[in-house]
């Protein structure tokens, strides 16, 4: 990890101690970046961007909630489980793990807690393209999860 770091200060012409931290600052660094000015590549630079948000992460240094400590109510592993594909699944525990530390269940997912999530990926996570990441929640969720939650008329 040590050598991404270095690789990654190279990359962006700085100092690792001049590196923010907060995602937003950090986030716009990398995507800004210029890898290619020092000849690395695209797999390289995608091992780099994992090592370094890995190593800023174990460092404590980082505001973000690591998701795999925050555990799924049951409702929210039934409602994965259910899910056909490893990505469903993956975007779903994901969303899941943040609601469930809000104490939300599935059937009581809106917009507003949509919301409140992309802003947890703008400031705090380290994720590429938070808007990306909640589109494809978002198309997960009314594709295939949001009318089996509907009650049905009987």
């Known amino acids: 990890m040590a050598s991404a770091i270095r690789t990654l200060a190279k990359v962006l012409d700085r100092d690792p101690c001049q590196i923010p931290l907060y995602a937003p600052s950090y986030r716009q660094l990398i995507t800004e970046a210029s890898p290619g000015a020092i000849v690395l590549s695209a797999s390289r630079w995608r091992n780099v961007r994992s090592d370094v948000n890995r190593a800023i992460r174990r460092s404590g240094l980082s505001v973000a909630t690591p998701r795999a400590l925050l555990p799924l ?63 494809a929640i978002l198309r997960v969720w009314n594709g295939k999860i949001a009318g089996a939650l509907l009650p049905s008329a009987h």
């Not at 793990?97 to 809000?102: I, Q």
């Open 73 to 135: 109510t049951c409702e929210w592993e039934t409602l994965v489980e259910r899910l056909s594909t490893r990505t469903d699944r993956h975007l779903v525990r994901r969303f899941g793990r943040f609601c469930s530390g809000l104490q939300r269940q599935p059937d009581n997912v809106e917009g507003t807690l949509v919301d409140s999530y992309l802003e947890d990926l703008r400031l705090k996570q380290l994720a590429r393209d938070p808007e990306q990441s909640v589109r």
